[in-house]
């Protein structure tokens, strides 16, 4: 009889098993997918906002190079400067341009000298390139250079290769 109990036991627990455990697959399947996705989620919010901590740090990174950009532009600048103050006689004086005339047809600057450090009427504008424009008008701190480019400029000039001298004007282009 014990023999017989036990093949049904045995007989009995393998029926449970074949019945259950296509139920047990179903939900231990689910509650791993369930589990991953939620896993998931939580890793993809995390990436996200790494994301978005690694784009604030591009656009620093990108506005601290700008500045250095800058700052190698204006060193770049200044070299031309000393370089050209040391090839000529003249005696300069470095302005910055602090504003520019806003209408098409005048074209002029506001430069950071004026009649307080030694600038007249009509003295010459240049850069280490060359003729920038004149003076035409004048305070004690700023002045208003009419560039070579305007219209109304024109500037006493020497062919290089000839040694021709001539009257050099810009034209107004429509």
Known sequence: MTIFLEHRAKWISKLVIEITAPFQKIFTGTISTARNIWKNYF???ETRQQNLRLNKKID????????????????QRLQQLLK??????????????IGWDSSALFKSIIISKGENDGLKINMPVVNSKGVVGRIV??????????????????????????????????????
Request: charged letters at 20%; aromatic letters at 8%.
């Open 43 to 45: 890793f993809l919010v």
């Open 60 to 75: 620093l990174l990108e506005i601290e190079n700008s500045r250095y950009q800058e700052l190698l532009l204006a060193n």
């Open 84 to 97: 050209f103050q040391e090839n000529t006689e003249e005696t300069f004086l470095p302005a910055r341009v």
């Open 137 to 174: 008008s004048i305070s004690p701190n700023y002045a208003k250079v009419l560039l070579v480019t305007d219209q109304n400029s024109a500037v006493d000039g020497l062919v290089q290769r000839s040694r021709c001298r001539g009257m050099l004007n810009a034209f107004l282009i429509m």
